[in-house]
């Protein structure tokens, strides 16, 4: 079966700091990739996807993703975060053999101002 | 376009009570999943239902059960409730769902709380 672990369960950064969370699936098949983030009562919004291609990926928000598929990994980055990026953030998976979309548990972030 | 749409909000229930959630997609999507959310598990697949048919299921107890409509319009009913049901229940839906190159989109979530 399909599993999605998020190393960071709580990061936090001041302002301005680099970001980069770490996340890793295990399937062994080919896979469609996900960050999604859900802002303080606020509903699940979609960061990025991977499905092909150049493995570096640009998001909204000055977010972007590298898929590296010999670490099963799909780290988020980015250069200098904000305040408003205080959040959590969820890395999901699915293979593209037509499993449902699998989520690691989140990574809360905080950023002081 | 509207986007996913679940009602109700919030709801209370009683221990042994049974619920019933709805969810409608985006209009076009044909997939719509649902998902447990709660502090401690994060966001837990629960079933998936593309054209009326039940694609995929997670690990839950048979008290949850869900069904989609042929408007792709879908339901999830829990019965017996229980304390730990309480949880955020999330629905998404998307164009084809499975392994498809399509994102799903998020609804607000109804939040359960069962005393």
């Known amino acids: 079966a399909q599993s999605v672990s998020q190393h960071n369960h709580h990061v936090i950064l001041s302002e301005a700091a680099s970001l980069e969370l770490g996340c890793n699936y295990s399937?062994?098949?080919?896979?469609?990739l996900f960050w999604y983030v859900q802002y303080p009562g606020q509903h699940l919004q979609l960061l990025l996807k991977y499905f092909s291609g150049d493995p570096l990926v640009k998001g909204i928000k000055g977010f972007e993703a590298e898929f590296i598929k010999s670490k099963f990994s799909f780290n988020l980055r980015k250069p200098s975060v904000q305040w408003s990026d205080t959040a959590e953030y969820f890395c999901a998976v699915n293979a593209k053999a037509g499993t449902a979309l699998i989520f690691g548990k989140g990574t809360t972030l905080s950023v002081s101002s | 376009k509207a986007g996913v749409t679940q009602t109700p909000r919030y709801l209370i229930k009683t221990r042994g009570q049974q619920v019933t959630l709805s969810c409608s997609p985006i209009s076009g999507h044909r997939s719509v999943s649902w998902y447990q959310q709660t502090p401690g598990q994060g966001l837990q697949f629960l079933f998936e239902y593309f054209s009326e048919t039940q694609r995929n299921k997670g690990n839950f107890p048979g008290r949850f059960s869900g069904r989609q409509f042929s408007n792709s319009r879908s339901e999830m009913n829990v019965s017996t409730l229980e304390l730990g049901d309480s949880a955020l229940y999330l629905c998404a839906s998307s164009q084809t769902g499975g392994g498809a190159r399509t994102e799903a989109f998020f609804g607000q979530g109804t939040r359960l709380t069962v005393v």
């Open positions: 399937y062994g098949g080919t896979v469609n």
